[in-house]
């Protein structure tokens, strides 16, 4: 029903910044809440930054600053503009939306979907 697809990864030297993208490909829904997440090798999945269709946002303390997350909802898409980027920053970086859908025989059903991940690395 819905596919999220992300892009903007890379290699990237400390200090630099990056893009990152996620569409959200599909029909018959509707998005309420979007987020980035990232997973660094032997680590938990943890949050970075959620954004409401409001434009309500919250982010993790380590990116505060440096990292902004924004969306088109015309467009349904979220972006993470990565900026001063640290090594720390290092991880695999997963896009995940809140759906609700807007199909008549099951209209409001919410479901919860991640994209496969991108890849960022940040050398020193």
């Known amino acids: 029903q819905v596919q999220l697809v992300e892009s903007g990864g890379g290699l990237v030297q400390a200090g630099g910044s990056l893009r990152l993208s996620c569409a959200a490909d599909?029909?018959?829904?509707?998005?309420?809440?979007m987020g980035w997440y990232r997973q660094a090798p032997g680590k938990q999945r943890e949050l970075v930054a959620v954004?409401?269709?409001?434009?309500?946002?919250n982010y993790a303390d380590s990116v505060k600053g440096r990292f902004t997350i924004s969306r088109d909802n015309a467009e349904n898409t979220v972006y993470l503009q990565m900026n001063s980027l640290k090594p720390e920053d290092t991880a695999v970086y997963y896009c995940?939306?809140?759906?609700?859908?807007?199909?008549?025989?099951?209209?409001?059903?919410?479901?919860?979907?991640w994209g496969q991940g991108t890849q960022v690395t940040v050398s020193s």
């Open positions: 995940n939306a809140d759906v609700r859908s807007t199909t008549s025989w099951d209209r409001g059903y919410k479901s919860n979907y």
């Open positions: 599909g029909s018959g829904f509707s998005i309420d809440v």
């Open positions: 954004i409401t269709r409001s434009g309500n946002t």
